[in-house]
């Protein structure tokens, strides 16, 4: 028997990159246990009457295309935007499928698919000038050493030398009228995966960048856009927290616009982590 569902409104869902690989495992047995797990929580949202849209991180991917680019050597390497594509096919046509034969189990007939989805970015953006997003894998020096005199720009940090790239703001998703009609049809869409492929706009012409947007805040673009009316963002702590990790830790259940933007600039949230879920959070607001 079919499931009779009343509508509940958009919910959309951001999927953390980690929580659908674990970086330290990284195979594809592991890959598709996390998948399968998400895939359950997020049936049962939808089972609840939700409309459901998905987006998702894409690091650990990433990072390990660029890998498998170095070990094959220097032939034809693929520029970033297009590593970035790569991940949305592979994260997308998992999860997708998952989802589907979830489902079916649960004998709900409804649609998944998944977008292929690019993100304008502002080309003036001071990243692309100092970049310090850092993505992949960790290098020993020497290795980092003939990175670097190929034009790669790494920096070091406790664990060993780190790619970083460009990670400029998301201004507006160029298939936005696409999903929001995917969307109020009632299917399941999962886009903008990795924060969507970073292009710019030049004589209306578009063309891909060496960058990397965050799935995060890209979220807050998609929620805004289809008028969710939540939007959630999954991570692997149980609160965000100001002076996270120190003895006088203190966990935060809810804050205003006003006490984010202080905690922001007070320094509490981590730049590459917590700080742009904030700041993903107040957009959506």
């Not at 990159?17 to 049936?43: C, F, H, M, Y």
């Not at 070990?71 to 589907?100: F, K, M, N, R």
Request: glycine letters at 10%; one cysteine or more.
């Amino acid at each position: 028997m079919a499931t009779i569902l009343i509508n509940m409104g958009t919910i959309v869902i951001a999927i953390g990159g980690n929580a659908i690989l674990n970086p330290e495992k990284g195979n594809p047995q592991e890959q598709q246990r996390l998948i399968d797990n998400t895939s359950w929580e997020i049936v049962e949202i939808i089972q609840k009457g939700y409309d459901v849209l998905l987006t998702h991180g894409n690091g650990p991917q990433i990072g390990n295309i660029l890998a498998m680019q170095e070990e094959c050597g220097l032939v034809h390497p693929q520029p970033l935007d297009v590593c970035g594509a790569q991940t949305q096919g592979l994260i997308g046509y998992l999860l997708q499928q998952s989802i589907d034969n979830r489902l079916k189990e649960k004998g709900m007939n409804k649609q998944v698919v998944t977008l292929l989805t690019q993100v304008l970015v502002d080309d003036s953006c001071a990243s692309f000038e100092n970049p310090t997003k850092p993505i992949g894998l960790y290098y020993p020096e020497f290795k980092a050493r003939k990175m670097i005199e190929r034009g790669i720009r790494m920096i070091r940090d406790i664990k060993g030398y780190r790619r970083v790239v460009a990670s400029p703001l998301p201004k507006k998703i160029v298939e936005e009228e696409a999903i929001k009609n995917l969307v109020n049809a009632g299917i399941i869409v999962i886009a903008a995966g990795g924060g969507g492929i970073p292009v710019i706009r030049k004589n209306d012409i578009l063309t891909g960048v060496e960058a990397v947007v965050d799935k995060d805040l890209t979220g807050s673009l998609l929620a805004n856009a289809v008028g969710a009316e939540t939007f959630l963002i999954l991570t692997d702590v149980e609160k965000a927290a100001l002076f996270y990790g120190k003895e006088n830790q203190v966990d935060i259940d809810e804050m205003t616009i006003s006490e984010a933007d202080q905690y922001i600039g007070e320094g509490h949230f981590g730049k590459g982590s917590m700080e742009p879920k904030i700041l993903a959070a107040v957009r959506f607001v």
